[in-house]
């Protein structure tokens, strides 16, 4: 595993080579995108006055661009990721990170959820097989995209190589990842001292009510609710309120009430969301049983 930084010095490098392999050192970040890698190489060009760099021309175009990956990666400054080959960029010398950091450099789109970001926040000793990572469906996290390069030091329009969807491996520094699209993806925080984004706890605990199978099973998210509620009631009553879906409204509201006896001014506005129906379960995995909750209208099929 290439985890130790190498510092780069050839005589092969031209001097304006060299000043890019320090430059990718600086920015400290270990994979890069073409996108980022052009950003690097613009800003080279644009701070190159009395540096005596001796470039060619006053902006990089992909000739120039092909160049100078090609230089780096001969003189070992580059390479291809290991898990994503020639998409990503590895500089080699900045040390390598976890799958979590690695994949949420790679796609800006994506957070850690689920059983993943449920070990992250301590709601469970259980260990996951596999990364869970969500993201917005093509047409939302395509728009996430354009409006992360807009926000780039430079448009998306100065830039050749666009940002595009990323296609994650089965593999990710050793870790399986299991990627989800939802057109429903929730919030996020950025984990301090990581790259890592991770759902909000608020947004865990809703994730447990609509996908318990990738939390654990729905036995489990109640051993966890029953555990943790008490003490980020606020975060899930507030969250579970944004929902526009009423089942997970009267799931939540079972859970928190009934089962747990807590309270919170959000949860009897819930009550009016509830309503008969074959569908309306606690665990949406199991089939429907016979014993209901009068109160949340729903089946207590677990």
């Given at each position: 595993?290439?985890?130790?930084?190498?510092?780069?010095?050839?005589p092969?490098?031209t001097r304006?080579?060299?000043?890019?392999?320090?430059q990718?050192?600086?920015?400290?970040?270990?994979?890069l995108?073409?996108?980022?890698?052009?950003?690097?190489?613009?800003?080279?060009?644009?701070?190159?006055?009395?540096?005596?760099?001796?470039?060619?021309?006053?902006t990089?175009?992909?000739?120039?661009?092909?160049?100078?990956?090609?230089?780096?990666?001969?003189?070992?400054?580059?390479t291809?990721?290991?898990?994503y080959g020639?998409?990503?960029?590895?500089?080699?010398?900045v040390?390598?990170?976890s799958?979590?950091?690695i994949?949420?450099?790679?796609?800006?789109?994506?957070?850690?959820?689920?059983?993943?970001?449920?070990?992250?926040?301590?709601?469970?000793?259980?260990?996951?097989?596999?990364?869970?990572?969500?993201?917005?469906?093509?047409?939302?996290?395509?728009?996430?995209?354009r409006?992360?390069?807009?926000?780039?030091?430079?448009?998306?329009?100065?830039?050749?190589y666009?940002?595009?969807?990323?296609?994650?491996?089965?593999?990710?520094?050793?870790?399986?990842?299991?990627?989800?699209?939802?057109?429903?993806?929730?919030?996020?925080?950025?984990?301090?001292?990581?790259?890592?984004?991770?759902?909000?706890?608020?947004?865990?605990?809703?994730?447990?009510?609509?996908?318990?199978d990738?939390?654990?099973?729905?036995?489990?998210?109640?051993?966890?609710?029953?555990?943790?509620?008490?003490?980020?009631?606020?975060?899930?009553?507030?969250t579970?309120?944004?929902?526009?879906?009423?089942?997970?409204?009267?799931?939540?509201?079972?859970?928190?009430?009934?089962?747990?006896?807590?309270?919170?001014?959000?949860?009897?506005?819930?009550?009016?969301?509830?309503?008969?129906?074959?569908?309306?379960?606690?665990?949406?995995?199991?089939?429907?049983?016979?014993?209901?909750?009068?109160?949340?209208?729903?089946?207590?099929?677990?």
């Open positions: 595993m290439d985890t130790a930084p190498q510092r780069i010095h050839s092969k490098l304006a080579a060299a000043h890019l392999a320090d990718l050192e600086v920015n400290d970040t270990p994979v995108s073409p996108f980022e890698f052009f950003q690097i190489v613009l800003a080279m060009y644009s701070e190159s006055t009395g540096k005596k760099l001796y470039l060619r021309r006053d990089p175009d992909r000739d120039d661009i092909a160049r100078f990956r090609s230089i780096l990666k001969a003189t070992g400054a580059i291809s990721d290991r898990d020639s998409r990503i960029i590895r500089v080699l010398s040390s390598d990170r799958a979590e950091d994949v949420c450099l790679v796609d800006p789109t994506c957070y850690v959820s689920h059983l993943s970001a449920m070990q992250r926040w301590g709601l469970t000793d259980r260990t996951p097989r596999a990364l869970a990572l969500t993201r917005p469906d093509r047409k939302t996290a395509t728009a996430a995209l409006a992360h390069m807009n926000e780039a030091t430079n448009t998306a329009e100065n830039n050749p666009p940002l595009t969807l990323v296609q994650h491996p089965h593999r990710v520094r050793r870790r399986d990842v299991a990627i989800y699209e939802s057109k429903t993806a929730g919030a996020f925080i950025a984990n301090r001292g990581t790259d890592i984004r991770l759902s909000t706890v608020g947004q865990t605990f809703l994730d447990m009510l609509q996908r318990p990738l939390c654990g099973g729905m036995s489990h998210v109640l051993d966890v609710w029953a555990e943790h509620a008490s003490t980020f009631l606020d975060e899930i009553a507030s579970i309120d944004q929902t526009p879906k009423a089942l997970i409204k009267s799931r939540a509201g079972y859970i928190l009430e009934e089962r747990l006896g807590l309270h919170h001014p959000c949860i009897e506005r819930w009550k009016a969301f509830g309503q008969r129906g074959g569908s309306r379960k606690l665990d949406p995995t199991r089939d429907f049983a016979p014993v209901f909750s009068e109160t949340w209208m729903i089946s207590l099929n677990v």
